[in-house]
């Protein structure tokens, strides 16, 4: 899907203020996202791309929106950082789709999600309105925090045109183990353990194995320190939550991507919480999954998306379908949105983003 | 405000929940910025959901304008009362309905005292992150009002970072909830969490939370150096930074700030035109070693005089005069103002030049306390209240400060919020229509202005000045400015 990609700001207010309907897309990654565009201008957002301001020392770094998360990400790792939320798709998406969808990716369980790293925005909204809002500074409680607000907005209340984040040092090496459970109960109660205990993970993702559940583990920080801290952690586990096995694992690069093993008619995020999981996992175990972020996200890939609608709204769970044929990517139960909805009112009141 | 208002309060509250005699709302005329007072028709002091929101439905039926408050710990005047309006005092919601260690999280009422859940949580190995000098009796609704921070945010963030889902009453009386028990929080669709955290009371009030838990750190290593010159404290800060470390505090201390926390709680720190503090956390094996590259660090750094914590009670030692330092400054000064602006750490060195012209011109003293971990300034302006003119003299020397962050790419506030204090900066900050924005929103939530009208945005009526002085709770040394 190509449509206009204006290259400045003062084109995307006049594409905006001349149009009745206008559909933004970033690097289109997400497919599902695209489906039902309604004859809606295209904004394309590939020409709004590129890091306008990267100072490593602030921790702080300022990107077009359409940039590729792989150019962010090659741009930080010269110095030794990154962006701890952990992009999904790093290889595929803009920056601005991650926000717009809120996916973030393993990593996420040491420091936090999208919400948690970006810092303000550029945006222009459904009056064809240029503005500001948050900051470019690590810590900022002036006025409404509407950077938030993005996170997961679909591009449905504004579109954004320059992205900060905070960002932090990355650690040198990584080490992964694979700790295996007969049962789902098991898995989780070692989750539960971790989540008590003073080892500091990288990430740590729950994944339906043969025979029963794996729970993939990684700490990352110092060589000198790291084996150390691995057998501490293995035995501690060992001990604990009496795995039937412990396996160390090479860091490949599939590792320790959610969506490697997810083929089907559609890919579809869910955020729930653990304790949810067993029921939830009861109702939808024919979908191939992976339960990431200590079991606070769900990936899955099905080929009935309206059964796992249905077992979504049982859960009172939502989920954005990410690439399949869908009428709507958000699927499940319904949104409270009555704070959306005088945002809504405000940014984009004649309904022109769809 | 009318009688038939009243009346349908008395119908909500008795008698001894409905304040509405000058003496019992005498605590209610201010909040810890102590300079200013309003007093308010009324207050009532709700003991469950219902009866805040049947509240806030009359405040808009009636269109009287309300302050939601906590123990009034805002530094900001945030909760500063309206004349004429309604005080919601929520310090009777305290329960902590739920805490659940193996998911990490705890359920709490809007009137529950932050360090109350790190204190119900400890038995399990963890805590609640975000730690405002004053969490010993601030709430967590007005930590949500006002994004709260703390010393430890760089790491782990402020407190719209560790809030996961939230039931609220908008300020026209509507009822909605969002996000939940996920560490991913609202996870799909806008983050309405992240929108609410922060609006100041401008949006309704926050009636149940659900909160984020961390696990302890195993190991906290702590040092302090000494240096005799401010800018070399803080190119060691630079230098820390580039080197990949990322600590949980760094905190510099100026020759003023010292010299007050010495005659205050005496923690024993060297004679310096500087201190830097720097903390590091986590498992002990990966701190100990992160510890000796920062040892080296500081060493290189120019630092004439370096102590290690060796133990929790030198630890404490070091944390002791900093966290004093506010009160502290007291004692030099019957009267201070402090700012919490916010500049990029690479400009820190200019911004504290610029602070020493000023003070020059204006011939105040300004002790500088700060977060130099997220460039988060505390400059406290040194004022006698008794002197004609001289809170006008300090206010005036704050704006410029704010003018200053503002010019140095930074904000005007980094955790203690607008408020009705910085209200008249905000243009500083942003544009005509960005506020226009942020207005329509406001009146998009809130279409007759009732919410903790009169913060945050520029103009409005202004309360009453007061006598100088400590706030009593500052002086008896539970609540710092900070």
């Given amino acids: 899907m190509r449509g206009s990609a204006p290259g400045s700001i003062a084109e995307i207010q006049s594409l905006v203020l001349n149009s009745d309907r206008v559909h933004v897309v970033g690097l289109g990654s997400k497919t599902a996202l695209h489906h039902q565009t309604d004859g809606a201008a295209i904004v394309d957002l590939a020409e709004m791309s590129g890091i306008l301001e990267y100072q490593p020392s602030e921790y702080t770094v300022t990107v077009g929106a359409g940039s590729p998360v792989r150019d962010l990400a090659a741009a930080l790792k010269q110095h030794g950082q990154y962006l701890p939320c952990d992009p999904l798709l790093p290889g595929a998406a803009s920056i601005g789709g991650t926000v717009a969808c809120n996916l973030a990716g393993p990593r996420r369980f ?29 810590k900022n409680a002036a006025g409404f925090d509407l ?40 898995a989780l109660s070692a989750i539960y353990f971790i989540n008590q205990s003073a080892y500091e993970l990288d990430a740590l993702d729950l994944i339906p194995a043969a025979g029963g559940w794996s729970l993939l583990a990684r700490l990352a920080g110092f060589e000198e320190t790291l084996p150390r801290r691995v057998e501490r952690f293995a035995a501690s586990m060992e001990r604990e939550t009496a795995p039937a096995d412990i396996d160390k694992l090479p860091e ?103 | 405000m009318n009688q038939s208002f009243l009346e349908a309060l008395q119908n909500i509250f008795p008698a001894d929940r409905l304040l509405t005699r000058d003496v019992e709302l005498l605590p209610y005329e201010s909040d810890a910025l102590t300079a200013f007072q309003t007093k308010p028709a009324a207050a009532v002091l709700p003991e469950n959901d219902e009866e805040i929101i049947e509240t806030v439905r009359l405040c808009h039926q009636h269109a009287v304008p309300f302050v939601a408050r906590g123990s009034g710990t805002s530094l900001s005047g945030g909760s500063l009362p309206i004349a004429d309006g309604l005080i919601i005092g929520l310090n009777r919601l305290n329960r902590i309905k739920k805490l659940d260690p193996q998911q990490r999280i705890a359920v709490v009422e809007p009137g529950v005292i932050n360090l109350s859940i790190s204190e119900a949580a400890q038995p399990y190995g963890l805590y609640y992150a975000p730690d405002p000098s004053s969490q010993s009796i601030c709430t967590i609704g ?4 006002f994004n709260s921070g ?14 996961l889902g939230m039931k609220v009453v908008l300020a026209d009386g509507t009822v909605t909830q969002f996000g939940g028990e996920s560490i991913e929080g609202v996870g799909i669709g806008p983050d309405l969490v992240g929108l609410f955290v922060g609006s ?14 961390m696990p302890q750190p195993e190991l906290y290593r702590t040092v302090l150096a000494a240096y005799d010159d401010l800018g070399r404290a803080g190119d060691a800060v630079s230098m820390v930074v580039a080197s990949g470390l990322l600590p949980g505090a760094m905190e510099i201390m100026d020759r003023l700030a010292i010299k007050a926390a010495e005659a205050s709680v005496n923690a024993g720190y060297p004679d310096a035109e500087a201190l830097l503090i ?37 630890r404490a030692r070091i944390w002791k005069g900093r966290k004093g330092a506010f009160s502290a400054v007291g004692r030099l000064s019957p009267d201070y103002i402090v700012q919490d602006g916010v500049v990029p750490r690479s400009r820190l060195g200019e911004a504290l030049v610029e602070i020493g012209a000023l003070k020059e011109k204006y011939a105040l003293d300004v002790a500088n306390v700060f977060h130099a971990g997220d460039g988060n300034l505390h400059p406290l302006i040194l004022y006698d209240g008794r002197e004609a003119g001289a809170l ?33 900066y905000m243009p500083a900050m942003f544009s005509e229509e960005e506020l226009y924005i942020m207005q329509a929103l406001r009146r998009a939530i809130d279409p007759k202005e009732i919410a903790n009208r009169g913060k945050m945005f520029p103009g409005g009526e202004a309360p009453a000045l007061k006598q100088h002085g400590m706030h009593p709770l500052e002086k008896a040394g539970v609540i710092s400015r900070e």
């Fill in chain 2, 200 to 213: 100041e009371g401008l949006f309704g009030i926050a009636l149940e939370i659900t909160l984020r838990l």
């Fill in chain 2, 278 to 314: 720097v903390e590091l956390e986590g498992e002990a094996l990966q701190v100990n070693a992160e510890f000796e590259q920062l040892h080296g660090i500081i060493e290189e750094s120019g630092a004439f005089e370096i102590r290690v914590a060796e133990s929790e009670a030198e």
């Fill in chain 2, 142 to 145: 007005g930590n949500i009002a």
């Fill in chain 1, 147 to 186: 950077s938030k607000f993005l996170v997961g907005s679909l591009g449905r209340y504004a579109i954004m045109t320059e992205l900060t984040f905070k960002v932090f040092p990355d650690a040198p090496c990584f080490r992964s183990l694979r700790f295996s459970y007969a049962r789902l109960e098991d």
């Fill in chain 2, 150 to 163: 703390g010393a430890h945010c760089l790491k782990y963030g402020m407190t719209s970072n560790h809030v």
């Fill in chain 1, 110 to 138: 040491r420091y936090g999600g999208v919400r948690d790293f970006i810092l303000g925005a550029q945006l222009v909204d459904g009056m064809g309105r240029a503005f500001r809002v948050g900051g470019k500074v690590v």
């Fill in chain 1, 252 to 354: 490949t690069d599939d590792l320790w991507d959610p969506l490697a093993d997810l083929s089907g008619e559609v890919l579809v995020k869910v955020a729930l919480a653990p304790k949810q999981i067993p029921a939830f996992d009861r109702m939808i175990h024919a979908a191939r999954r992976r339960y990431g972020v200590g079991g606070n996200l769900a990936w899955l890939a099905a080929d009935d998306v309206e059964a796992l609608a249905a077992a979504l709204r049982k859960c009172g769970l939502r989920g954005l379908c990410l690439r399949g044929a869908v009428d709507s990517p958000v699927i499940g139960a319904p949104a409270d949105d009555a704070l959306a909805q005088r945002v809504k009112q405000v940014l984009d009141p004649h309904h022109k983003f769809v």
């Fill in chain 2, 392 to 424: 006008e003299k300090a206010e005036a020397l704050a704006g410029e400060i704010l003018a200053l962050c503002v010019n140095l790419g930074g904000s005007i506030t980094g955790e203690h919020g607008i408020g009705m204090e910085k209200r008249d």
